[in-house]
């Protein structure tokens, strides 16, 4: 009577030999989770200066309307007090918007250099994955073939 072949053992062998490394997906979580924590930081960086912005905008135009809403001697010193609030509020948007386009262009900036960052993180732990699995596998088929050779 010829041997059969034990198909359930060589195949338990087989995927034996081809182990599965988790640290690669470990990694490549980890500098994920690390760019989405940078960005974040980015993000609330810029909330922060902006509220604070708007905050200063809001309290200066609150002053001036007080001042203006004060009562004049004179008819035309409510015109002029109008004119004083308008040319005010003028120069204090210009100078506020300036300020928020500056944190605009810093977010930016800093995305782009940590998106840089990120791909290149992104693409050493592929590559080191990569070479590993190869290795893994490379190693595994000649346990295989050697074993199969027996």
């Known amino acids: 009577m010829a041997k059969t ?5 060589m195949m338990k ?10 640290k690669a997906m470990d990694e490549a979580f980890k500098t994920s989770a ?14 922060e200066k902006s509220t604070e912005i708007s905050a200063k905008w809001t309290k200066e ?4 309307l007080s001042d203006m809403s004060k009562v004049k001697k004179e008819p035309a010193d409510y015109a002029k007090a109008m004119t ?12 506020n918007m300036a300020a928020f386009a500056e944190i ?4 930016q900036m800093d995305t782009v250099e940590l ?15 990569v070479k590993k699995a190869t290795d893994d596998m490379t190693a595994a088929a000649k346990k295989t073939t050697t074993a199969a050779a027996k």
Not at 5 to 9: G, I
Not at 34 to 47: P, Q, R, Y
Not at 104 to 107: D, G, S, W, Y
């Open 34 to 47: 690390t760019l989405n924590e940078k960005l974040s930081s980015v993000a609330l960086e810029a909330a």
């Open 84 to 95: 004083d609030f308008a040319s005010a509020q003028a120069e204090v948007a210009a100078e």
């Open 104 to 107: 605009a262009k810093k977010v």
């Open 5 to 9: 072949q034990d198909f359930t053992a």
């Open 61 to 64: 135009t609150l002053a001036k």
């Open 115 to 129: 998106m840089m960052a990120a791909g290149k993180d992104f693409t050493e732990d592929a590559s080191a994955a």
């Open 13 to 22: 062998d087989m995927m034996g030999a081809f182990p599965v490394d988790t």
